[in-house]
């Protein structure tokens, strides 16, 4: 429970930074096609299905974060997502190569997530 704790105290200093957290991502040929995003607007968190063009239009200027929880604490469960242009699209990455596929870590699909979302909303 003390690292759920962490995490979300973690993921509260980068959306009120207004940094992106991305939580899942579909790829497909390693290009990423969407994402789930969260953001903060209006003193809360937000959460949104956007594609990957959306957010190389929209780049904050104070980074996007892959969710990948991982051993070691919140600090490590944030990566920084690095963008570069490659000979035939933008790319983002966690690893700091110049690999021309994306790789934000081991997410889930979005469908899984928007899942997840639609049973917690059952009554």
Known sequence: MAELKAIVAKARELL?????????????????????????????????????????????DTGVYSLVVSAGGAERSFKKVAMFEGEEDMYFRIDGTRTEADDLGALPPVAFMESVEAISQLH
């Open 16 to 60: 009120a930074a207004e940094a992106v957290i991305v939580t899942a991502c579909d790829l497909k040929d390693g290009v990423i096609e969407r994402l789930q995003v969260y953001f903060w607007s209006e003193n809360q968190a937000v959460m949104d299905v956007i594609s990957k063009d959306d957010l190389v239009q929209n780049w904050p």
